[in-house]
């Protein structure tokens, strides 16, 4: 497509639910980023893809997050038995092998996750 | 560790005033890049510039300016001639360089709010 798609643009959890975040990066996009925004924060990075490589995971919180993206292309987050500290904004990224390095990436519009 | 200072959490001017945004970061590494993104209401985040550690060029793009000064580690944004349209929040950021394989995470600041008002 011709942008980052994520699905679903909201979300809300009752406490100890799981929950999977859907990222659908632009077409031929080699790498792939999430990153967690707490509420009047700046974005935080999760993990990172290349392909379906995940080569960076430092950011994970705890080991109830979970992502993956077996494909290549779309890219599911999981988190498995939400806390109400999980509420955020995950936002995901794509980029070009060669272009992200020159032109920063292509964010999507996100999913609000809630946890009550 | 990498670390961006946005110290103005929010900015109001009345349009058409020039408005600048403040970013002060640190880093270890001698190359590295910079950037300013927009986050509108809608959430998605923007894309405006980036900027590697060995160009200390300003660059301006129509009413944005941006000044890099490595001597006292800033990368600041100035608005002229705002409009309301630039309400948004607006985030600076830093990476590492990694030669351009695309992997490279970003530390973003706390962003600054700007309101514009008609």
């Known amino acids: 497509g011709a942008g980052v798609s994520q699905s679903p643009r909201y979300k809300v959890a009752k406490r100890g639910q799981d929950v999977a975040l859907r990222c659908d990066p632009i077409?031929?996009?080699?790498?792939l980023f999430w990153y967690q925004q707490a509420l009047g924060q700046g974005p935080e990075f999760l993990t990172y893809?290349?392909?379906?490589?995940?080569?960076?995971k430092s950011g994970l919180p705890s080991d109830r997050f979970f992502a993956e993206r077996p494909e290549g292309s779309v890219s599911t987050l999981k988190i498995q038995r939400t806390q109400q500290e999980d509420s955020a904004v995950y936002l995901c990224?794509?980029?070009?092998?060669?272009?992200?390095?020159?032109?920063?990436?292509?964010f999507g519009s996100g999913t609000r996750l809630t946890v009550v | 560790a990498q670390k961006v200072t946005q110290a103005q959490t929010e900015i109001s001017v009345v349009e058409k005033e020039d408005v600048t945004l403040d970013c002060v970061y640190e880093?270890?590494?001698?190359?590295?890049?910079l950037f300013w993104y927009k986050q509108p209401p809608s959430g998605e985040l923007v894309f405006l510039i980036r900027?590697?550690?060995?160009?200390?060029q300003n660059e301006i793009s129509g009413r944005y300016s941006w000044n890099f000064q490595k001597s006292t580690s800033s990368f600041n944004f100035t608005i002229t001639a705002s409009q309301v349209v630039d309400s948004a929040v607006y985030f600076c950021?830093?990476?590492?360089?990694?030669?351009?394989?695309?992997?490279?995470?970003?530390?973003f600041g706390t962003g600054t709010r700007l309101t514009i008002i008609p």
């Open positions: 950021a830093l990476s590492e360089a990694f030669l351009g394989f695309g992997n490279e995470k970003l530390t």
């Open positions: 077409s031929g996009h080699v790498s």
């Open positions: 880093t270890r590494d001698t190359t590295y890049y």
């Open positions: 900027r590697n550690s060995f160009d200390e």
């Open positions: 893809f290349q392909n379906e490589a995940q080569l960076d």
């Open positions: 990224a794509s980029s070009s092998r060669t272009g992200g390095f020159r032109y920063g990436y292509t």
